[in-house]
Antibody, heavy 111, light 110 residues
Framework: EVQLVESGGGLVQPGGSLRLSCAAS???????MNWVRQAPGKGLEWVAN????????YYVDSVKGRFTISRDNAKNSLYLQMNSLRAEDTAVYYC?????WGQGTLVTVSS | QSVLTQPPSVSAAPGQKVTISCSGS????????VSWYQQLPGTAPKLLIY???QRPSGIPDRFSGSKSGTSATLGITGLQTGDEADYYC???????????FGTGTKVTVL
């Protein structure tokens, strides 16, 4: 069974940091991996992706310089380090492979 | 603001057909494969169509995708109440070096 399980979300103050994790199982992890977010009541927004070997990474403009995507293929895990968080980063964050989506983890940035 | 434009909503009676358009440009739809995603109320999105017209295993053939130039279309035939959801198109944009989603379309079964 394919599983993508996100963790690490929660409530954080503006300017704070969070690290999201995604544990993958049941499929070949050696693919491009993505983080996608969805603000409350809004549409989908792609955040970042990373190549199989980590040699290429891309980010949406709004998170460049603040977020860092990484992966550990030995652990079948994907990460998103989020720094200098803003209220507009509040969203459900999904871990996404080409074919599969996790259930998401909620990040709330508020004082 | 999304670079891929979809109609906000479409509706039809059970058993009928709906189509959802996704309009882009040469740097996105015109340059790469298109995927479609279904998001049922309160759930995570799910891949419906990839590589313009391919269905993952388990997706019924009532769902179909096509692409022409800088536009793509999702078709749903034999509409069911369980198809009520938000639908998004998505593709890579080579000018932005970013993946882009459409604005989303809400399907209502009358």
């Amino acid at each position: 069974e394919v599983q993508l399980v996100e963790s690490g979300g929660g409530l954080v103050q503006p300017g704070g940091s969070l690290r999201l994790s995604c544990a993958a199982s049941g499929f070949t992890f050696s693919n491009w991996m993505n983080w996608v977010r969805q603000a409350p009541g809004k549409g989908l927004e792609w955040v970042a992706n990373i190549k199989q070997d980590g040699s290429e990474k891309y980010y949406v403009d709004s998170v460049k310089g603040r977020f860092t995507i990484s992966r550990d293929n030995a652990k079948n895990s994907l990460y998103l380090q989020m720094n200098s968080l803003r209220a507009e980063d509040t969203a459900v964050y999904y871990c996404v492979s080409k074919h599969y989506w996790g259930q998401g983890t909620l990040v709330t940035v508020s004082s | 603001q999304s670079v891929l434009t979809q109609p906000p909503s479409v509706s039809a009676a059970p058993g009928q057909k709906v189509t959802i358009s996704c309009s882009g440009s040469n740097s996105n739809i015109g340059n790469d494969f298109v995927s479609w995603y279904q998001q049922l109320p309160g759930t995570a999105p799910k891949l419906l169509i990839y590589d313009n017209n391919q269905r993952p295993s388990g997706i019924p053939d009532r769902f179909s995708g096509s692409k022409s130039g800088t536009s793509a279309t999702l078709g749903i035939t034999g509409l069911q109440t369980g198809d009520e959801a938000d639908y998004y198109c998505g593709t890579w944009d080579s000018s932005l070096s970013a993946y882009v989603f459409g604005t989303g379309t809400k399907v209502t079964v009358l």
